[in-house]
């Protein structure tokens, strides 16, 4: 059995960002010479956050325009008082800080038009991404 984990940095130049990281999973897999199990895709911050979807520029946007809608940075949220950016840890909750992919016959099983996004709420910053495997 194989247990793998490494991270990679991302830096986001906005507030609010999705950015595509499928093909640094992928180079990970590729690197590691891994078969079949499952990968974790994870990221160690509260005000970001992994989702898998389609990369298109409209829909990346779209995902940006109702995080702030459903989240409203301009609401008086409590947390604002300490570091102005409650709708960051609030959508990160809800969306999550994880997902987990399985890999077969050393190809992850995304569909078609799934990719890994890294959601960020709260940039500019430097985020990391941990890839965690478990299998052969
Ligand atoms: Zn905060």
């Excluded at 990346?60 to 459903?70: G, P, Y």
């Excluded at 987990?100 to 985020?127: A, F, H, K, Y």
Aim: proline content about 2%.
């Amino acid at each position: 059995m194989k247990f793998l984990h490494e991270r990679f940095e991302v830096r986001t130049k906005e507030r609010f960002e999705v950015i595509d990281v499928t093909d640094k999973v992928k180079e990970f897999i590729y690197n590691n010479s891994v078969t079949n199990g499952l990968l974790s895709i994870s990221v160690p911050h509260t005000t970001a956050a992994i989702a898998i979807n389609e990369a298109e520029r409209g829909l990346m946007e779209d995902i940006v325009t109702s995080i702030r809608s459903l989240f409203n940075p301009e609401r008086a949220w409590k947390h604002n008082l300490v570091d102005n950016n409650a709708h960051a840890h609030l959508a990160a909750t809800f969306i999550g800080n994880s997902r987990c992919v399985s890999v077969v016959n050393g190809t992850i099983q995304l569909g078609r038009w799934q990719r890994v996004l890294l959601i960020e709420m709260d940039g500019p910053r430097s985020r990391l991404i941990e890839l965690t495997f478990v299998g052969e």
